[in-house]
């Protein structure tokens, strides 16, 4: 329950089972938990999807978990995922940011922020877009203080201008398109 509760509200048995390799009998703790109506059970596609009746349960019983046991399990849920969805990974780019990012595993999630919002972009979904890019940059220059890739920088700012022309918010992006411009020193 606990494993499951990190994942998210819903979630695929085979994110699951592969997140809680080291739990016994994993099929008789679900079918136990649908008896008491704690969980539902839906087929989505080919997979076997669950999902917490009560968002209150689900949220007590995360918040339940003490905070390094929470990082360990975001981190081995992100890993499972990207290991079970290899082949349709595209889907799953906004959840592995949020997962890496309660792992505090920032340079995964700023890669994971940075494709959600290139395929946001691409299916016209500006505002998405834009809010993965600003959270990706602020990500990566946190991680970064240090040592910024000036390039890496206009790179984001470029799609963030770009996000923001697609939603009809030009002062925003000439905003961000002059930053990019004074990276190649064009005025």
Do not use: W
């Not at 309660?102 to 922020?113: D, I, N, Q, S, T």
């Not at 290139?118 to 890019?133: D, P």
């Amino acid at each position: 329950l606990r494993t499951a509760s990190v994942i998210c509200r819903n979630f695929y048995y085979n994110v699951l089972e592969e997140a809680a390799q080291t739990i016994e009998e994993l099929d008789n703790r679900l079918e136990y938990l649908k008896e008491v109506q704690l969980l539902n059970e839906h087929k989505h596609k080919e997979e076997v999807e669950f999902l917490f009746k009560h968002a209150l349960a689900q949220q007590a019983t995360y918040d339940s978990i003490l905070q390094k046991t929470k990082k360990e399990l975001h981190l081995k849920i992100a890993k499972s995922i990207e290991k079970v969805f290899a082949d349709k990974l595209p889907e799953f780019y906004g959840v592995l940011a949020m997962h890496y990012g309660k792992a505090e595993v920032p340079e995964k999630m700023e890669e994971f922020l940075f494709k959600a919002g290139e395929k946001s972009l691409a299916a016209g979904a500006s505002s998405e877009a834009i809010n993965y890019f600003k959270q990706a940059l602020v990500v990566y220059i946190e991680h970064n203080k240090t040592n910024i890739n000036k390039q890496k920088v206009a790179d984001i700012e470029e799609k963030t201008g770009i996000a923001y022309a697609m939603k009809g918010l030009n002062l925003e992006a000439v905003d961000y398109f002059d930053r990019v411009l004074d990276f190649y020193h064009f005025h």
